[in-house]
């Protein structure tokens, strides 16, 4: 067997001599990270700064080397997580080892099967209450930004499945929070930890520690009030504030269920939103395919809304939320860092925090060799048989391994409910000569929102 390479003989673009590709992965990362798998092949190795470098994948057997079959050499990486830790503290996202598996083990029952469908009414209905405010509005000829009712219906949602909590009448205040809290999290993150310290009263500082006041409030009142038994439920909040320590017999304390309510807010209503408003920008560009999806569902439902019930049946409008996760995933870079020492595509790789493989789910979700003709819009690529014929790991928008998202049932549900139910009532048109672009934060949003033109397909009675 050769001996590894070093990390200096792995492929990569020069960059400049000093910064490497720092700036571009700070500016235009997408087109960073696409245009170095294409002259570069499967792993690219690219500098950031004199002493950083990220190892780019894009091959499903890649993948799966670093997420399940070496998954013992590779975690969060420490910057990541010291830069995460003032919004999601140690939850689910940012926990590793034992309390991770603790946890993880805590909050399955309340992803199950079973309980998930339980939760399709509330779905359903928090859709309806978002369209009768559409059927309300003065004039059907002004835009809505799409991007922002998607927050507002899905953060409905998520206080009332998983909290039994309505948080609606919050959501403009928390939207605008959230989008603080992430675009300052994805600054520090791309700083590589050169920012000010949090005891600085700096101007951007100062925004965030505002903004993680408005998340605490709402998400500690929701737990305040559940404890003062002002509300109660079979939910995930219960199931966590019931659960006791094998070993102490102690309970979650109010910070620890903070911690995983947050991230829950986040991995159930930031990625949801963004994956929706994208479904929605596609749909509007492809016109066949909207219809082709609009009578699956009048077949399907027949005039009625949808449950739980409807959802195998409503295959191709399934196909369609996962070709858009395909083009747009929520989530476009996994980062991990080598906690032992591993030899990836014969490239050495030292245990050092100052080594971080990024497997980008936007990158690999357009290697040609997976999917021909990457760019074109085609439900039919989730098809049985299409989707027989692929690898496993060549589709990651929840990620891939043992820390596969806990929730992608919940988004699947969710996502094909909202637009069923939807496209019974409400054609979403471009707004002529807009232009949309994607922003990479911490999640792949639509830049400055989404403005739409919301036509009713029948007049109101």
């Known amino acids: 067997m050769p001996e590894a390479r070093t990390l200096g003989e792995a492929p990569g673009p020069r960059g400049h001599w000093f910064w490497g590709s720092i700036q571009e992965r700070r500016h235009n990362p997408l087109h960073l990270f696409i245009r170095a798998h294409q002259e570069y092949g499967d792993l690219v190795?690219?500098?950031?700064?004199?002493?950083?470098?990220?190892?780019?994948?894009?091959?499903?057997?890649?993948?799966?080397?670093?997420?399940?079959?070496?998954?013992?050499?590779?975690?969060?990486?420490?910057?990541?997580?010291?830069?995460?830790w003032p919004l999601l503290g140690n939850g689910l996202f940012t926990s590793s080892g034992d309390f991770w598996k603790r946890q993880r083990r805590l909050m399955q029952p309340a992803f199950h099967k079973e309980h998930l469908a339980a939760l399709a009414g509330t779905m359903v209905d928090s859709t309806q209450q978002?369209?009768?405010?559409?059927?309300?509005?003065?004039?059907?000829?002004?835009?809505?930004?799409?991007?922002?009712?998607?927050?507002?219906?899905?953060?409905?949602?998520?206080?009332?499945?998983?909290?039994?909590?309505?948080?609606?009448?919050?959501?403009?205040?928390?939207?605008?929070?959230?989008?603080?809290?992430l675009?300052?999290?994805?600054?520090?993150?791309?700083?590589?930890?050169?920012?000010?310290?949090?005891?600085?009263?700096?101007?951007?500082?100062?925004?965030?520690?505002?903004?993680?006041?408005?998340?605490d409030s709402v998400v500690f009142d929701i737990i305040s009030r559940r404890r003062a038994g002002q509300t109660h439920g079979e939910d995930l909040l219960a199931t966590l504030m019931a659960t006791q320590d094998a070993d102490t017999g102690e309970r979650m304390t109010d910070p620890q269920l903070r911690d995983e309510a947050m991230t829950l807010f986040l991995a159930g209503h930031e990625t949801t939103t963004n994956a929706l408003a994208w479904m929605w920008h596609l749909l509007s560009h492809h016109p066949d395919v909207e219809a082709r999806a609009r009578a699956e569902v009048d077949s399907v439902l027949a005039g009625r809304a949808p449950t739980a019930h409807d959802l195998p049946r409503l295959r191709y409008l399934t196909q369609?939320?996962?070709?858009?996760?395909?083009?747009?995933?929520?989530?476009?870079?996994?980062?991990?860092?080598?906690?032992?020492?591993?030899?990836?595509?014969?490239?050495?790789?030292?245990?050092?925090?100052?080594?971080?493989?990024?497997?980008?789910?936007?990158?690999l979700h357009r290697n040609p060799r997976l999917w021909p003709d990457p760019e074109r819009f085609d439900p039919d690529r989730f098809s049985p048989e299409q989707s027989a014929s692929r690898p496993r790991l060549a589709y990651l928008p929840f990620g891939g391994g043992q820390r596969l998202c806990i929730g992608n049932g919940f988004a699947l549900m969710e996502a094909t409910l909202i637009t069923a139910e939807v496209l019974r009532h409400f054609r979403l048109r471009a707004v002529p000569g807009h232009t949309v672009e994607p922003e990479p934060l911490v999640t792949l949003r639509p830049?400055?929102?989404?403005?739409?033109?919301v036509e009713p397909l029948h007049a109101r009675a």
């Open 447 to 453: 830049k400055g929102g989404l403005p739409m033109l």
């Open 130 to 181: 978002m369209l009768a405010r559409w059927h309300a509005r003065p004039s059907a000829s002004e835009p809505l930004d799409i991007a922002a009712e998607m927050t507002r219906l899905t953060l409905g949602i998520v206080g009332r499945a998983l909290f039994s909590t309505d948080v609606s009448g919050t959501a403009d205040r928390v939207g605008q929070a959230l989008t603080i809290a």
């Open 320 to 363: 369609v939320f996962e070709e858009a996760m395909r083009l747009y995933p929520p989530a476009w870079i996994v980062a991990r860092q080598p906690l032992k020492e591993d030899v990836l595509a014969g490239i050495h790789l030292p245990a050092t925090p100052r080594v971080i493989v990024a497997l980008s789910p936007y990158v």
């Open 45 to 84: 190795r690219l500098r950031m700064g004199p002493t950083i470098s990220l190892v780019s994948v894009s091959s499903p057997e890649l993948v799966k080397h670093v997420l399940v079959d070496h998954a013992d050499k590779y975690g969060k990486p420490s910057g990541l997580v010291r830069d995460a």
């Open 183 to 215: 675009a300052e999290t994805n600054h520090r993150i791309l700083s590589l930890g050169l920012y000010a310290p949090d005891f600085l009263p700096t101007p951007r500082n100062r925004a965030f520690r505002q903004a993680l006041h408005t998340l």
